[in-house]
């Protein structure tokens, strides 16, 4: 069967990137990915997909439009049907999001609605939080918001500061965007307002507790 075609849109550092990259080069995983496109030339990203040789492409951002035109035809070109945010920094044009309705993906590293916007994991351990994460979800026109796909939770340690929680967050995620892109590919994923139903997915059984309750029982 032939895979689903995915663009990536990029700003940096690309290790999301690179999880989706590692998934694709098994070849029963349900999508392949068609073009990189990173709005800054110096993304390590766009490396990453060189070396895989997968096709990409910085393109300028003169303004918010001039960039959409140019992303729009570059994945239009590339045949893509499922667009990912891996890490892509700037806000959309709100035509580009529209025309891509539920066809448009992005990873935050926190569980969403808390932290949206900038530096969520040091939000996150200002609010003094037990357990952040990583969201994905499709993408509307306000900055990180739009219908849940899926989450994934890590606890929060008290000595943790953004370095080492952005780490745990990452690890969560390198696995969790990859699992979200197959259940697209799947045609698994039905959005009915702000809810999306997965097609055969089980939820995990248990719960987490933080502090975990052993400690407590044991007196500390
Ligand atoms: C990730 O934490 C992602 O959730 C956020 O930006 C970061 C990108 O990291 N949107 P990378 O470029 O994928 O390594």
Not at 16 to 38: K, R, T, W
Not at 124 to 152: K, W
Not at 184 to 212: K, Q
Request: hydrophobic residues 50%.
């Amino acid at each position: 069967m032939a895979r689903l075609k995915l663009g990536v849109l990029i700003s940096g550092r690309g290790s999301n990137l690179q999880a989706l990259i590692d998934a694709a080069a098994d070849p029963s995983y349900p999508a392949e990915i068609a073009i990189v496109i990173s709005d800054r030339p110096e993304a390590a990203g766009l490396e990453r997909a060189a070396r895989a040789g997968i096709a990409h492409r910085a393109i300028p951002h003169p303004s918010r439009e001039a960039f959409a035109a140019a992303a729009a035809a570059a994945l239009r070109q590339s045949g893509a049907e499922l667009v990912a945010l891996a890490g892509y920094m700037r806000i959309l044009d709100g035509d580009f999001v529209a025309a891509w309705r539920d066809r448009l993906v992005n990873i935050h590293p926190s569980l969403l609605p808390a932290f949206p916007g900038l530096h969520p994991q040091r939000q996150a351990l200002a609010a003094g939080v037990r357990f952040s994460g990583c969201t994905v979800h499709f993408v509307r026109a306000e900055v990180d918001n739009g219908p849940i796909i899926a989450q994934a939770v890590v606890p929060v340690h008290p000595d943790d500061d953004e370095e080492v929680l952005s780490a745990r967050i990452l690890t969560v995620e390198h696995r969790l965007y990859p699992m979200t892109v197959r259940l697209f590919a799947e045609g698994r994923l039905r959005v009915a307002g702000t809810i999306v139903a997965i097609a055969g997915a089980t939820p995990p059984e248990n719960a987490m507790l933080n502090p975990a309750e052993r400690l407590v029982s044991a007196g500390g």
